[in-house]
């Protein structure tokens, strides 16, 4: 391999590794017993095995020495504490593992030190509350899950904090009623779903407050009478529809 192909294969290789958040698909599963270092792209691992699985503690270190990424390993699988730290020293994701498995507290980190996301996990699942946040700090969203799905109400905030949207989920789908605000937090529009379907009286409401659109689904599909106002009160149209199809319209 002569130089030029040789500095290509390695800059390819420290962009992947840059890029890569577990590395154990590159450690071999021949080491049966002791203490263990490889050099991978220009990143060094180190750590244990026993019976020819990972165990114990492990680190991976930029090449400076510095330490990127320490995790445990139980049986060749990743149980404990996982923390991912970055060049600049700051801490980019702090978990926790259970048989290999993310099973706990997930937090991941902005640079600087603010958190970008908080999330709770149960046997590799998503479960009870999941936290968003701007790179200022506030809060985007808010969610609750149940074995990887969303479940009850989810919110979401602008930047300065105003709510503007919250959901309501079931098994991961609309059920309930869901809601939006605009910045003011007059109310925006709201609908019923029920099993992931748009059932019910629908309303869209201007900026001041004053209806705008109001009509009724079934089955997700718009039925009945459906009116339409301006922002002052006044009728602007009414339009009549069947199964989603629309059947008349009055100006």
């Avoid at 699985?53 to 504490?81: C, M, Y």
């Avoid at 809601?179 to 529009?189: E, I, Q």
């Avoid at 009116?227 to 100006?251: A, M, P, S, W």
């Amino acid at each position: 391999m002569n130089i030029r192909a040789f500095m290509l294969m390695t800059m390819i290789m420290s962009g992947l590794l840059a890029k890569a958040q577990d590395l154990s698909s590159v450690i071999p599963d021949t080491i049966a017993e002791g203490a263990f270092t490889m050099v991978y792209g220009n990143m060094t691992i180190k750590g244990y095995f026993k019976d020819s699985l990972q165990t114990g503690n492990w680190i991976t270190l930029f090449p400076t020495g510095q330490v990127h990424i320490v995790e445990h390993f139980k049986a060749g699988k990743r149980d404990g504490l996982y923390l991912k730290i970055g060049r600049r020293g700051y801490i980019e994701e702090q978990s926790e593992y259970k048989s290999g498995e993310p099973d706990g507290k997930k937090v991941e980190f902005n640079p600087g030190g603010k958190p970008r996301l908080i999330a709770n996990y149960q046997q590799g699942k998503l479960h009870g509350l999941r936290t968003v946040f701007y790179k200022q700090g506030s809060v985007q969203e808010e969610s609750y899950y149940r074995n990887g799905e969303k479940d009850s109400i989810s919110k979401w905030f602008d930047t300065k904090g105003n709510r503007i949207a919250e959901y309501n989920y079931k098994n991961g789908g609309f059920d309930g009623w869901q809601r939006t605000w605009y910045a003011n937090d007059v109310l925006k529009s709201e609908q019923l779903f029920q099993d992931n379907i748009a059932v019910g009286e629908y309303k869209l409401y201007f900026s001041n407050g004053q209806l705008k659109e109001t009509g009724s689904y079934k089955n997700g599909l718009k039925t009945g009478k459906w009116i339409e106002f301006d922002e002052t009160g006044v009728l602007l149209q009414e339009t009549r529809y069947k199964k989603g199809k629309k059947i008349g319209k009055k100006d």
